[in-house]
């Protein structure tokens, strides 16, 4: 039996995927690509990314595969993880509609690229890998077992960390000084509290 926090996994899930991501994905297969620098090992951590968001979730949910890693918290927990699970998403959707046809899945440039500033991107720059993490959090308070709730995390770090610093060389390449006065004024996830004015 499905339980509560289970259930708002799956609800988050299919809000990101109908109204967020698969409409976002539709208009990038449709603009023309310039610069793609995109790698084998990026491609690798997607896919494990994706595994341990979006596949292994379902199976601890609905197979017996994992049930001797399963944990309980207390109702509170899974109501926090709701409201990160919330949290995620709006940073997510906040993102790709300041994007817009700037939006890609991969490390490119997009033809007629702009660089976004606005909305959330005036506090942080990679607003979607912060919502990544806040669904990280999240899975781990739904989920309620050590490997399908921490494989979000533990398989989303290695890609983070090597994918966001060549992110920022690509758009340093593509826009210069304009980009590197931005990245003075923001964060990368988490917004400049005590950054000393100039």
Do not use: C
């Amino acid at each position: 039996m499905i339980t509560t926090p289970e259930w708002m996994y799956f609800i988050g899930l299919a809000i990101f995927l109908l109204a967020v991501y698969i409409p976002s994905l539709v208009r990038y297969k449709q603009l023309g690509k310039m610069r793609m620098q995109t790698r084998p090992v990026d491609a690798l951590l997607d896919i494990l990314t994706w595994v341990g968001w979006q596949v292994l979730p379902p199976l601890a949910i609905f197979t017996r595969w994992f049930d001797w890693a399963a944990f309980t918290l207390p109702g509170w927990a899974s109501w926090l993880g709701g409201g990160l699970l919330a949290a995620a998403i709006l940073f997510i959707a906040l993102a790709y509609a300041e994007l817009g046809l700037s939006w890609s899945p991969k490390i490119e440039i997009i033809e007629r690229h702009h660089l976004a500033t606005g909305g959330i991107y005036t506090f942080i720059r990679h607003p979607v890998y912060a919502g990544m993490w806040l669904w990280s959090l999240a899975n781990i308070l739904l989920i309620q077992n050590i490997v399908a709730g921490f494989a979000m995390a533990a398989f989303f770090l290695p890609l983070y960390l090597l994918r966001v610093p060549r992110e920022e060389a690509m758009l340093v390449d593509a826009f210069g000084d304009t980009y590197r006065q931005y990245m003075q004024r923001t964060g990368r996830i988490f917004p400049p509290i005590f950054r000393k004015k100039s």
